[in-house]
């Protein structure tokens, strides 16, 4: 099946850090959404981007729709122990049906 | 306005035993969908449905069967447990993606041990 590339795996970083992670595909997206998820818990919406080039913030969190449509990335602002959780890319695609592709996660460990 | 809500919440089966993962959600949607997360692996999806009365086979189908009979009810079910079916599954509800706002909603998950 589809895939899609998410990078970093895993990272540390100390409290007040600023988190950069990104995923890629070889194939087209209309739309890319980022989730957080904790422990324990289903994945929470933390921002969608429809269109291109679309730069979108949610307070701390910062997310872009790659001009190529085969890539996005999701920005942290000055981490906060509460942030440590798994972080998910999502795409869509179209091929007959829409259907949500996932990347396999970055997990972040916040270090106070 | 609970969102999406999954039962169980944990549930440990034998190997060959039957169970059936029941979700709902309360926003109207169109779309619900299954998905299976193993570590590693992100999310998988499993089945799908895109209104009440159909549903469709999604990346890892096999194993499993699923019935949409009611608009907010998605059943997903394991007529034979097998071990590789332990996972974590979590039920995700959206609009049509031709509307606005199609994002998908995750509920809290169930938690599958098949021994």
């Known amino acids: 099946g589809q895939q899609l590339n998410q990078s970093p795996q895993s990272m540390f970083i100390q409290e007040g850090e600023d988190v950069s992670m990104n995923c890629t595909s070889s194939s087209i997206f209309n739309t890319w959404l980022w989730y957080k998820q904790d422990p324990g818990e289903g994945p929470v919406l933390l921002i969608a981007?429809?269109?291109?080039?679309e730069l979108t913030s949610n307070g701390r969190l910062t997310a872009q729709f790659g001009i190529t449509r085969k890539d996005s990335f999701l920005n942290i602002s000055a981490s906060i122990p509460s942030d440590v959780g798994i972080y998910f890319c999502?795409?869509?695609?179209?091929?007959?049906?829409?259907?949500?592709?996932f990347g396999t996660g970055t997990r972040l460990k916040v270090l106070a | 306005n609970a969102g999406v809500t999954q039962t169980p919440k944990f549930r440990v089966l034998k190997t060959g035993q039957s169970m059936t993962l029941l979700c709902a959600q309360d926003?109207?949607?169109?779309?619900m969908y299954w998905y299976r997360q193993d570590p590693g692996m992100g999310l998988r999806l499993i089945h799908y449905?895109?209104?009440?009365?159909?549903?469709a086979k999604g990346e890892v189908p096999d194993g499993y069967n699923v019935s949409r009979l009611k608009k907010q009810n998605f059943l997903l079910g394991l007529e034979s447990a097998a071990p590789s079916q332990t996972s974590v599954y979590f039920c995700a509800s959206s609009y049509s993606p031709e509307t606005p706002n199609y994002e998908q909603y995750f509920g809290p998950g169930t938690r599958l041990t098949v021994t």
């Open positions: 999502a795409g869509q695609t179209y091929s007959g049906t829409y259907k949500y592709i």
């Open positions: 981007l429809y269109k291109a080039g």
């Open positions: 926003m109207n949607h169109e779309y």
């Open positions: 449905s895109v209104g009440e009365g159909t549903t």
